[in-house]
């Protein structure tokens, strides 16, 4: 499955309390679907499961200045404020011009308005591990894939003027909730590369041959639901052995 979204698009977005409400609605309703598809395949027991989750990341406050300086006025201000410092005018005439156009990094009432959006990037992190629990109960290794391939700087691909650090901040959070949601299941992320051939090879390689390991554990309370996961291979000084496996499971919840 697969999710996406035009960055120009965002630009335009408004802000909810945690960011754009737009962004967390498509999200959400591709992580439901993906739920739903682990619930299906929780009733597959003793087999190995494979999610190839196709998407471009996420992050739920993506571009937070640049949103904010897209609206005419404040883009006025923001040029103003860019040709006060470039010493194209002076003082004086920046009073003028621009004296009486707010800056929303500083107004009071913008701050306050966008104070739930620092929330974002925990609630992202909490639906990931949410969905990460789903796969891992139900024997499921994600393998997410970043099609946008090998990323480098904006470039000519946004119209919009975005600044260079809040574009790699971007690249990087919606990379990381990718490298997350692998690295929880057991699986692996295909993100900034464009060798998607000798990826995918590795991929079959690596759910052509497994084993699957069953155990008791010696904690029977069903208050401790997530349980940690060790699995060494004794007998061995072969450093190039690597072992790849989940870190955790997380018992369901109850009825309430």
Do not use: C
């Not at 802000?15 to 309703?29: M, N, T, W």
């Not at 894939?145 to 574009?167: H, K």
């Amino acid at each position: 499955m697969g999710d996406g979204f035009n960055v120009n698009e965002t630009l335009l977005m408004q802000d909810g309390p945690r960011g754009p409400e737009e962004l967390r609605f498509r999200a959400h309703v591709a992580f439901k679907t993906a739920r739903q598809v682990l619930k299906n395949l929780e009733q597959e027991t003793n087999r190995r499961k494979v999610f190839l989750f196709l998407s471009n990341g996420y992050d739920f406050n993506p571009f937070p200045e640049s949103r904010l300086y897209n609206s005419p006025l404040f883009g006025l201000g923001r040029y103003g404020r860019q040709q006060l410092a470039n010493g194209e005018i002076d003082q004086d005439q920046f009073d003028n011009l621009y004296g009486s156009i707010p800056d929303p990094i500083t107004d009071p009432f913008e701050r306050q308005s966008r104070a739930g959006s620092v929330f974002a990037d925990a609630d992202l992190g909490i639906d990931i591990a949410e969905l990460a629990r789903a796969a891992n109960r139900a024997n499921t290794t994600f393998y997410t894939i970043d099609p946008r391939g090998l990323v480098a700087g904006p470039g000519v691909t946004i119209e919009e003027n975005v600044d260079i650090a809040e574009w790699y901040s971007f690249i990087f959070k919606s990379q990381s909730s990718l490298r997350m949601l692998a690295e929880l299941t057991g699986g692996m992320a295909l993100v900034n590369r464009n060798d998607f051939g000798d990826a995918l090879r590795q991929i079959d390689s690596e759910t052509s041959d497994y084993y699957i390991l069953g155990f008791y554990t010696s904690n029977p309370d069903p208050t401790v639901r997530t349980r940690k996961l060790e699995i060494e291979v004794v007998g061995r000084d072969d450093q190039r052995i690597e072992v790849q496996h989940r870190s955790h499971y997380t018992l369901p919840r109850g009825p309430a």
